[in-house]
């Protein structure tokens, strides 16, 4: 049970910051992926099962904020935080540089999934918002690689 | 056997999850289907959290503007004095017209049944995936919402309409800028009428116009027809910005809807056909 509590309310921070977003500007919500953050967080933290799991339920949170299929971010961030927590066993991704690149894979994945899956179920191509959408990888991958760096300094000061 | 398994426990773990939402997703099509009850739970488990935020930062924002940032109250004061003496105006001459149709306590009346009807709301959540499409407001069933009720902005100009979900204190508004909305419209000036949907991209499309209608122009006003059943007529749309024939049977016509999304903030759910009030 301890092991969920962290994460829940991650997932609550998340929608808190979402929804913070949209009220100061309809741009950030496209540009900064918060659900992913936490799916990858955790998924770095607990692993790949964990990773999906937690992929699978952001998914469907962020599913329940749309019109449309419900399901379909869900899908792109089961195998999102499944491969967060996979690689990441494999791979030491803690240095910054290295920690930034992971994120925008991952989530240069996800949006090609996304879209994919998109496309295969309406017959239509995502709206990017004037290419808005193709500075998420950026963007999140640098604001998650900053946090996830922060977070590693706090603890280790803790630590001591 | 069971070894094999084991190690491969994280796959098919990753596997079941994809099937269950795959069996989610195919549930779901063909779409414009019912929502399903998980999805019912989870927007009731996280729509509070933004009701919340929502809030707080009106709260703030309230407090900031009343205690702290002053500047320019005094000009927007006396714009305001000045734009509630006309509306007083008009409001009279609007009562005195209405008295024609009977006597003042019945206006009264009809007057005070259009105020219950009209239920203001704020705007908690935009679309994830395409915030053209749908947006999510503080009202809901325990505000007597209910699925097709029509959505308008400050100005009184078409929204969209209420679909599912609606939990207790939110409803999701479809707006007709999505592309899977149909709303019956006519052309205010010479009457010709056509279907209106959203084109995704925040403007909408008038379809079923034939090539060879030359009434309508840049610039003609789009009201709502009625007769979809949903959405009551002669309620301001938008208007015509741009008409191209093409080589098929039906003219593409692009309409700008008059709401605008950076006043997206409040709106109002109509309950009822204000006109069958008068």
């Known amino acids: 049970m301890k092991n969920f509590i962290k994460p829940f309310f991650a997932i609550i921070i998340a929608v808190v910051i979402y929804s913070v977003f949209f009220k100061f500007s309809i741009i950030l919500p496209q540009i900064i992926n918060v659900f992913s953050l936490v799916v990858i967080y955790f998924a770095l933290i607990k692993g790949e099962v964990f990773g999906a799991c937690l992929g699978a339920f952001c998914g469907l949170v962020q599913d329940s904020f749309s019109l449309g299929v419900f399901g379909v971010a869900g899908i792109a961030k089961t195998i999102t935080g499944f491969l967060a927590g996979y690689i990441s066993k494999r791979i030491d991704v803690g240095p910054f540089v290295r920690n930034f690149l992971f994120i925008f894979i991952l989530i240069c994945l996800e949006l090609t999934l996304w879209s994919f899956l998109y496309f295969f179920i309406f017959s239509e191509r995502i709206n990017t918002k004037n290419g808005l959408i193709f500075l998420q990888p950026l963007v999140t991958g640098l604001l998650g690689s900053t946090l996830f760096h922060l977070i590693q300094i706090i603890q280790k000061k803790e630590k001591y | 056997m069971l070894n094999s398994l084991k190690k491969r426990k994280n796959l098919l773990i990753l596997a079941a999850l994809i099937f269950f939402q795959l069996v989610l997703v195919s549930f779901q099509v063909p779409l414009n289907g019912e929502e399903s009850l998980f999805e ?74 259009t105020y219950e009807n009209i239920l203001p709301c704020r705007v908690i959540s935009m679309d994830a995936s395409n915030y053209y499409k749908s947006v999510i407001v503080n009202k809901g069933i325990s505000n007597g919402v209910k699925k097709n009720m029509i959505v308008v902005d400050k100005h009184g100009n078409l ?51 034939l090539v060879t209608e030359e009434n309508i122009n840049n610039g003609d006003k789009i009201l709502t027809s009625g007769f979809d059943e949903i959405f009551p007529p002669e309620i301001n749309v938008g208007k015509v910005t741009s008409i191209k024939s093409t080589a098929g049977l039906f003219k593409e016509i692009e309409v700008k809807p008059y709401f605008d999304f950076r006043e997206l903030d409040k709106l109002a759910i109509i309950k009822i056909n204000l006109k069958d009030n008068f």
Do not use: M
């Not at chain 2, 309230?62 to 105006?89: A, G």
């Not at chain 2, 009279?92 to 005070?112: A, C, W």
């Not at chain 2, 009428?193 to 116009?209: A, E, N, R, S, V």
């Open chain 2, 159 to 209: 929204v969209g309409h209420i679909i599912e979900p609606i939990s207790f204190r939110e409803a999701r508004v479809q707006l007709i800028t999505d592309n899977s909305c149909g709303v019956s419209v006519f052309s205010h000036e010479k009457k010709i009428l056509g279907i209106l949907t959203g084109d995704g991209k925040g403007q909408c499309i008038l379809k079923y116009i």
């Open chain 2, 40 to 113: 019912k739970i989870i927007i009731s488990l996280f729509c509070p959290v933004q009701h919340g935020v929502i809030s707080i930062s009106q709260q703030v924002k309230r407090n900031w503007r009343r205690y702290f940032y002053l500047r320019d109250v005094n000009i927007q004061n006396e714009e305001l004095n000045k734009e509630i003496f006309f509306l007083r105006q008009e409001n009279r001459i609007l009562k005195n017209l209405l008295l024609e149709f009977g006597n003042k306590k019945e206006v009264q009346e009809r007057l005070e049944k």
